[in-house]
């Protein structure tokens, strides 16, 4: 119980890697704030929190609206009296398009930018008012390794989010809050298996060190040492949990 006393908002946890890292996190005692666009999916992992013995709250935000981002940070601080931890894991990544850049549509390009980048900034912005007067934070951003990989630009927005944590790490450092990011390979869910058929996964875990697929489970405990004082000295750092994915051999 680690976290005690601590409050998180999770935003994506109606998402199953959302759903595990809130899970995780309330698992370890901190008041936790569902944040999600897709409410039946935020309600069912508030009452999965509630029936492990955790607190956990349902706030519904669109991450591509500053208005809606702050009133996510208010209704938090009104709820669970302020904000510790902040896990930027949603994005529009279910049922993604994938065009190559030099024909996309580009209105498509920019909202796909404007959701998985400028939405995590838009938390951000919205939350470290509250974690600097609590004396610090941590903030935990969602990556890929595909921000490692010509990925279309799915893979230039999570390269984006490598920039941001790096950018945000200086920014927010002296007000004591850190910030990291995680860059999970492969990791089975609906939304993996929208953009991609089981012949091209099924390739791609014969080239990684691990031959399977990553559970979301299987992400959380890096999720849970960047929040922890464990990693009180670490800020900007982006760590690959991929099962060996991006390994040179
Ligand atoms: N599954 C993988 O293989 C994999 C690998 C690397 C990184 N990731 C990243 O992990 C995160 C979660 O992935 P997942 O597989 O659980 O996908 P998911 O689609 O199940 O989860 C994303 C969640 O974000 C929410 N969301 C989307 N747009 C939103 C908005 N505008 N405002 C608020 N919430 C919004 C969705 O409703 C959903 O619940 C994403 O950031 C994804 O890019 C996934």
Redesign the pocket.
């Known amino acids: 119980m680690q976290f005690e006393g601590k409050v998180a908002i999770v935003?994506?946890?109606?998402?199953?890697?959302?759903a595990a890292y809130a899970e995780g996190i309330a698992a370890e005692g901190a008041a936790v704030v569902v944040?999600?666009?897709?409410e039946a999916?935020g309600r069912k992992t508030v009452d999965s929190i509630r029936a492990a013995g955790g607190e956990a709250h349902f706030v519904r935000?669109?991450?591509?609206s500053s208005e809606s981002t702050e009133a996510l940070a208010r209704a938090t601080v009104e709820t669970c009296g302020g904000i510790d931890f902040l896990v930027n894991?949603?994005?529009?990544?279910?049922d993604l398009r994938h065009e190559p850049l030099i024909e996309c549509d580009f209105d498509y390009y920019l909202k796909v930018f404007d959701?998985?980048l400028h939405?995590a900034l838009r938390c951000v912005r919205a939350c470290y008012p509250s974690m600097r007067e609590r004396g610090g934070g941590s903030i935990v951003n969602?990556?890929?390794?595909?921000s490692w990989m010509a990925a279309g630009y799915?893979g230039l927005t999570?390269l984006g989010i490598n920039g941001l944590t790096r950018d945000l790490a200086h920014e927010l450092g002296p007000m004591g809050i850190r910030v990291n990011a995680i860059?999970?390979?492969?990791?089975?869910?609906?939304?993996?298996r929208s953009g991609a058929p089981d012949e091209i996964l099924d390739a791609l875990v014969g080239q990684m060190a691990i031959r399977h697929l990553?559970h979301?489970r299987d992400l959380v405990g890096t999720c849970l040492f960047l929040l922890s004082d464990a990693s009180a000295w670490m800020s900007g750092q982006i760590l690959t949990v991929d099962g060996g994915q991006t390994l040179r051999v």
Do not use: C, H, M, W
């Open positions: 935003t994506g946890a109606g998402g199953e890697i959302g944040a999600d666009l897709d999916g935000v669109d991450i591509g894991n949603a994005a529009f990544f279910n959701i998985n939405g969602q990556s890929s390794t595909a799915y999570k860059a999970p390979g492969p990791t089975d869910t609906r939304a993996l990553g979301p």
